[in-house]
């Protein structure tokens, strides 16, 4: 066997291992990274979840309720890709999923090029309405604890956001915008259009690189290969 053999027999054992690990590894954990925004003297709690891809995904739902009510959750926030394309809307785990998540929390969801590429998507979304879950496509809700007020805006997979859909009435402590696509060339689109641009803009699609050597992501949908938007806090303009 020469070198040139060695070399991509290695290389094709290592794409095997990664996705065994994908398939049959990292589907049944949920990982997850803390963020602070501000100076914490009021401290609301936010689960931010994106791409979990029903029925892929394998997670336990009674042990990641468990995991939040540990952490102390005031709502949980969705970027879409809640199920696959192709995926039955019915059967999936989706709806199941977001039933158990919103009998105990608010929740607040944008849609991700799955739910709008998939041929029943607009049933997906009225089936989520029924279960109490807040779409916040294009326009916003008011999320109030105590004395906090926060703005929760959306905008649609591949759309922007408009400051106007926060109306100036609701005096909102902060702006929260839930978007499916981080690509670096949206970001002006998630400005506010002109306006006051949301203090904490939450995104997914990119699935952290697919995997990371070096702590770089190898691949994103929409970025190709080493994505410069994968994972953890980037700034746009004075905001995150």
Not at 64 to 71: I, K, P
Not at 168 to 196: C, I, Q, S, V
Request: proline share 3%; net charge neutral.
């Amino acid at each position: 066997m020469d070198i040139y053999s060695i070399v991509v027999v290695c290389l094709c054992s290592f794409v095997l291992f990664v996705a065994f690990l994908a398939v049959f590894v990292d589907n049944k954990n949920i990982d997850y990274e803390p963020y602070t925004v501000g100076d914490g003297a009021r401290r609301i709690r936010v689960a931010h979840l994106s791409d979990l891809h029903f029925p892929k995904q394998a997670v336990n739902t009674l042990r990641f309720l468990e995991e939040l009510r540990s952490l102390g959750i005031d709502f949980v926030a969705i970027t879409g890709d809640l199920m696959g394309r192709h995926s039955d809307i019915f059967t999936c785990g989706a709806l199941e999923f977001a039933r158990a998540l919103s009998a105990e929390y608010p929740v607040y969801y944008v849609r991700g090029n799955h739910e709008t590429e998939h041929k029943r998507g607009e049933i997906f979304t009225e089936e989520l309405k029924k279960l109490g879950v807040r779409i916040v496509e294009n326009r916003a809700e008011l999320f109030k604890k105590d004395d906090v007020k926060i703005a929760v805006a959306g905008a649609g997979s591949r759309a922007a956001f408009h400051s106007e859909q926060v109306p100036d009435a609701w005096n909102a402590d902060f702006t929260l915008l839930l978007a499916h696509h981080p690509e670096k060339r949206r970001w002006k689109g998630y400005a506010g259009g002109g306006g006051k641009a949301p203090d904490l803009t939450l995104a997914g699609h990119a699935h952290g690189g697919q995997f990371r050597i070096f702590g770089m992501g190898v691949y994103a949908p929409d970025q190709g290969l080493f994505p410069r938007v994968t994972y953890g806090r980037y700034k746009i303009g004075e905001n995150a």
